[in-house]
C-alpha cells in the first residue's frame, strides 16, 4: 500500500485525505524531530516545507517518489539529489498570491499614505491636519518577476490606475503588465519605476542578481518592496543603497540570512521597514496546498502523472 | 466685467484661468484675512473652502451668484442663507475619491497585515515568523453610503475578492454593490459585515446617527472605519463601543470637534488609529477642483447654468 508521510498536520485535511483516498496510508506528524525512523524506509510520497528536508534526510528514504513541498520556494532543497533519484517535486505555488498581493500592496499603502508618521503623531498626541499623502493612482510600479504572484497583484493596482512593468528571463509579453522587458535590460528600465517588487524564486541565476549597479541605476524616490527571496542581494549591498540614498526606502520581508538575529543591523537601518517573512504565511495555507496535493495524488495513483504545480528540477521553480 | 474672487491660491492653474477667460477679472488670495474689503462689494463668484465664509461674510457680498466650494462635505455653509439669497453652490466632489479609496484600503490592509504590530517588533528587535495575518479576500464590507467614493472603493475591493454592501437613504441598487439596504434597516444588516466604513456627507439626517445601540447591533470582530464626516456619531459613543468591546477596532479620520485638543482621550483610546483629517488631502485636489471651476465657468457665462457638481441645498450634497 502506498504511503504518505506527512512532516506537518493538517487540520480537518487529514480526515478528508483519508476518506477520500483509502487504499493509501498515511502518517502525519507534528514535527520532523518526531518521526519514526522506520517510516524513511518505505515513504513513497513526502508532505512538508522543513528545512531538516535535506540531502542526508532524502538518501535515508530509498522509496521516495515525490516530494509534495507546502511551501513555493523549493531553493532549499538539493535539486541535484531529486534529479538523480528521479524524485519528483510539486510546490505550493498559487496557495500564496492573494496573500502575497495583499502585502505588496499594503506596504505600498503604508508608504504613500504615511502610515507610520500618523501613528507616531498619535502617540505623541499631535494633530497634523497639513499632511500631504500621495496618491498610488498613476505610480509605476516594476516587478522583477511575471509569476503567478505579480500578475494577480498587477491586476489590482491596475484598478487602482497605476502602471505596470515587468521584467522576466527573456522579456516576452504577460497579461496585464504594460510593458515586460528581460532582466538583462534592466539597468536600462529601472529609470521607468517609482517601486520596484522582487518576487522572482532563489535560482542559481538569481543569488546576489541585485548589484550596488543595480541600485544607483533606479531613481532615488524609488520604494523597494522585497517579497521574493532575500539572497537576491547581499544585506550590505541593501544597506549601503538605503543609507546613500540611491533609493529613497524599502520594505523586505525576506533576508539573505534567516532568521534575523537581534543584533541584525537591518533593525536600526534608516527608511527600511521590515517584516519576519510572514507575507506568505496565512491559516488558510495548509488548506489550499493539500487540496492541490489531493488532485496530484489522484493522478499519481491513476498513473498519469502529477499535473499540478509540478517544479522543473533543472529551472528550480 | 464678471469678478472671481479665490480665498486661496491655484498655482500654475491660475494662469490658465486667465488665459481662457479673458473676459473675466480673477482675485487670488493666499488667505481670507487679507482679501480686500472692496472685493466683497463686487464680487460675482467666490472660490474657497474656508471656514470665514459664513453668514456674516455672505451678507457683505451682495452680488454674489456661485460659491465654488473647493471641497466635498459643505456643512459648513449656511444652506438657508444660500437659498434665501439665491447663490448657487458647487462642491469637488470626486476630486476626493482616489485619495479617500486609497486610504479606505490602507486602513485594512494596516489593520489585517498586522502592520503595527510588526512597526513595533522591528523597534523591539523581535523577529517573529509565526505572525498569521489575515486574508482580505473573501471579507465582507458595509459601506454607509453609496456615492462616489464608496463606489470607486468597491470596484477596488471587489478585485481583491471582497464583498461589498452599500447603505444608501432608501436602499436602491449601485453599480458595485452585491447588495444595498436603507440606512433605517441598517441594525438588521450589520451582522453581514466585517468592516463597517463610513463616507456620509454631514446632513441632518446624519448627525448623530450611530448610537450606543448601532454599535450593539455590529459583529464583535468589526472593524469600523470613519472617514465621512466626524458628527456621524458622538465621541463618547465611538470610545464606549471600543472600550466595551462591542466591536474590535476603529479607525477613524473625521472627528465631532476638529482638530482635536491635545488632550483628546482618542489619542490615547484603546484599538483606535486615528489620522488628523488628511484622507482628503493631496497636491493634486486644487487642479482637478479648479478643472471642474473652469468647466461650470464656461457654461456660467454662456448663461447655460452649472452643470458639474452642483449641490442641492435642500440635501445639503
Redesign the interface.
Known amino acids: 500500500m502506498l504511503k504518505v508521510v506527512s512532516l506537518m498536520r493538517l487540520g480537518d485535511v487529514e480526515n478528508e485525505l483519508e476518506e477520500n483516498f483509502d487504499n493509501v496510508t498515511f502518517k502525519f506528524y507534528k514535527h520532523p524531530a518526531v518521526l519514526d525512523e522506520a517510516d524513511k524506509e518505505d515513504m513513497d510520497i513526502l508532505i512538508s516545507y522543513h528545512e531538516a528536508v535535506d540531502e542526508t534526510f532524502i538518501n535515508e528514504c530509498p522509496n521516495l517518489k515525490w516530494i509534495a513541498w507546502f511551501a513555493t520556494g523549493v531553493n532549499s532543497l538539493p535539486m541535484d539529489v531529486l534529479k538523480e533519484k528521479d524524485i519528483q517535486l510539486t510546490n505550493a505555488k498559487g496557495v500564496h498570491k ?2 502575497l498581493s ?2 505588496i ?2 506596504y505600498i ?2 508608504d ?5 508618521a ?2 507616531e ?3 505623541k ?13 498613476g505610480e509605476r510600479v516594476l516587478f522583477l518577476g511575471t509569476g503567478t504572484i505579480p500578475k494577480h497583484t498587477a ?2 493596482l491596475n ?3 497605476m502602471h505596470t512593468i515587468g521584467l522576466n528571463t527573456d522579456g516576452h509579453s504577460v497579461e496585464g503588465f504594460e510593458e515586460t522587458y528581460s532582466i538583462e535590460e534592466r539597468h536600462h528600465i529601472y529609470h521607468k519605476a517609482d517601486i520596484i517588487v522582487n518576487v522572482l524564486p532563489e535560482t542559481n541565476e538569481t543569488i546576489h542578481l541585485l548589484k550596488s549597479d543595480d541600485f544607483k541605476a533606479m531613481n532615488d524616490h524609488t520604494l523597494f518592496i522585497n517579497v521574493g527571496r532575500g539572497t537576491i542581494v547581499e544585506t550590505q549591498v541593501l544597506i549601503d543603497a538605503l543609507e546613500s540614498k540611491e533609493i529613497r526606502k524599502a520594505y523586505v520581508d525576506v533576508f539573505e540570512n ?7 543591523p537591518l ?1 536600526e537601518t534608516q527608511n527600511l ?6 507575507t506568505g ?4 495555507n495548509k488548506t489550499e496546498a493539500a487540496h492541490i496535493f489531493a488532485t496530484n495524488l489522484k493522478h499519481f495513483l491513476n498513473k498519469d502523472g502529477l499535473i499540478e504545480n509540478v517544479v522543473d528540477l533543472n529551472k528550480g521553480y
Open positions: 492573494r496573500q495583499e502585502f500592496l499594503a499603502l503604508d504613500y499614505k504615511l502610515m507610520k500618523s501613528y503623531n498619535q502617540t498626541h499631535v494633530y497634523d491636519h497639513k499632511m500631504q499623502p500621495t496618491l498610488v493612482d491586476k489590482i484598478v487602482l490606475g534567516e532568521p534575523l538575529n537581534e543584533d541584525s533593525f521597514f521590515l517584516t519576519a517573512h510572514i504565511n496565512g491559516t488558510h
